[in-house]
């Protein structure tokens, strides 16, 4: 089916599913009701989004197989659907390796075009990744019946394929990892990944948002959650601009690599965890000396 069809195909399916479901949410659930049958998943790997409606379930990120499996036992209890979309934020194996799960259970797969490009060059057997169906290059919009979806590409950030998801009616939207809620982020340089253009990109997605949007993180500090608000978009946004002042200020005093990068923390930023060297400051520094100098 091409994009069109597609579409039109989701819109004809959206007449007479004005009412909302009854969610069941069960205690000691890794799934989470934020508002509208939209919400959370958190098992291992980046957070799921989920929007389950009469009609149409629609998913960003799909972790593991082992976690895409339980998930989708999950989400049948809550009577969403036929038409089943999975997005990828963005080409990272914690975010995209349950995707051959999802197309088994019919799902259409949807990522900015960066995304199956960055998998297979990853990938250590290219013809075994399972890549989306259908890619865009700017925005891509998908009528899910009450709920106008809208994938949008803002330019590098944390790889080189990050797509906003935008549930447009609910006033919530999925950062993918261009949010790390204080937490050390992984920044993929070699995957296409900017300090500068993601300091940009947060600055964007907060002034398009308002005091009542909801954002999805990818990863979070326990102590902050997977959940937030603009502010926290922009909290992120100082992280990353400190990193970048901190390197250049160095650079440019004459300092050596070593003793730029080697530092644990900000006293500006105590929140910010590190859950291991891969997520760390000097690792963020290391990166941000790259960017400068390379
Ligand atoms: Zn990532």
Redesign the pocket.
Known sequence: MNRSSFLKHLALLSAGTALLPRLKVFQNSPFTEIRNGIGTFSMRG?TIGWMARPGFTVVVDSQYSDTASDFLEGISRFDSGPETVLIN????G??TSGNGTFREAGYRIFAHEQVPVLQRRGADNPDEVVAADETYSENLELDAGNETVLLKYYGNA??GGDSVTWFENSNIAHM??LVFNRLYP?I?RDGGASIEGWINLLERVSDEADSDTIFIF??GNPEFGITGSSADLLHMRDFLSKVLEHTQQGISAGRSREEITQIESFDEFPDYISPSDFLSLPRNLNVAYRELTE
């Open positions: 980046g934020s963005h080409h990272h914690d975010h944390h790889t993918g990892d992984f993929d990818g990863h």
